[in-house]
């Protein structure tokens, strides 16, 4: 049915109409992100994710956003030891990877493995904040190592162990890429997964507060979320910006091609967003982060490409308040540092664990199970149909 003919629905009882993707329908109260869509601003419990990006680390972000408030030296630094000591990943969960498809993708992988914690740490004491803490450290810990872990045993290596001498993110890199990265790459890492670790209501984390509202463990709360994060038209559309970039190959065939997509109807991945109509602040900041990549550890020209496709759909999509999001300079970050293509959303997903749990905190602070209500569209009541009376055309 047409979005047109949709929109116009109400419901027979209350009267309120039907929003095709609960488009500008508040599904929560929440004290955690900030979106200005007109002004391009984003802020995390107040304070704006440039002033993050350039000032904190992932850890301290983490914190925040999940506890409220910018940590103490001490409380930082207990929080960073605690990460630190649950990085290691049992041997079952390792093993249990070791038995997934080589060609499966990470992010299957991925949702496996979190989901997998729920049996490793089963008690469901959801009203006990120490739980609640150990499963925040445990989660924000063992993904990054679970991401890496998929990572070499699909090449047939064993995994690495994590570096304690090695801070967060510049762990990651070294299990990933068996390589101590460089602190520049590091720092600029980190900075990618502050930009990526909360944004209000989006699919996933609206997918992580219905879980969570069932007061269900954690574990199966990030195992939904990354589900949802899967999808192209979320998390997913970073890789296929990079394929996207490659087929057009060079700046002068970017106005050729969004000509050519338009007309079809089809998206250009990494543009467009449900809450901005102007450019991503995120993209704004990757898109400095890359240029820095660039400058340091040479350039990349599928960069040139991204540029000529954003100049060419500012006259073609720019009206509409089509920008580009999160999804389209991240990749090209990714690529430099030497992130496989199809592990950029996994990476997407470490970062974006924290605002997962800031939420489900913040649901279990004032839970009432998600239950909304729908527009039937199918059969009124029928005459059940013995088998043998049942024609192909009846039961197509
Ligand atoms: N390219 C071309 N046109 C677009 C794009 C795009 N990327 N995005 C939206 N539009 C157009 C639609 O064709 C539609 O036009 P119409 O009204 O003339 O039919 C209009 O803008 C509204 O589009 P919707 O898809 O209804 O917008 P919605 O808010 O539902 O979708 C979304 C937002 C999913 C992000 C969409 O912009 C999209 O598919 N973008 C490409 C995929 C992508 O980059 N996803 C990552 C988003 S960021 C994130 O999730 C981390």
Redesign the pocket.
Known sequence: MAQQQLAELRHARTGIELRP?L?GVPATQSAICDIDGEQGLLTYRGYPVSELAANSSFLETAYLLIWGELPTRDQLTAFEQEVQMHRRMSFRVRDMMKCFPATGHPMDALQSSAASLGLFYSRRAIDDPQYIYDAVVRLIAKIPTMVAAFQLIRKGQDPIQPRDDLAYSANFLYMLTEREPDPLAARIFDRCLILHAE?SL??STFSARVTASTLTDPYAVVASAVGTLAG????G?NED?LTMLEQIGSSENAEAYLDE??TE?R????????EYRVKDPRAVILQSLAEEMFARFGHDHLYDVARGLELAAESR?GA?G?FP???FYSGLVYRKLGIPRDLFTPV?AISRVAGWLAHWREQLGANRIFRPSQIYSGSGPRAWTPIHERSPASAA
């Open positions: 993707g488009d944004h989006n699919a192209p038209l979320h998390g559309a910006v997509a338009m109807k998206k250009i991945m990494g543009f467009g967003h449900r999509l509409k089509i999001n999160v999804d997407f």
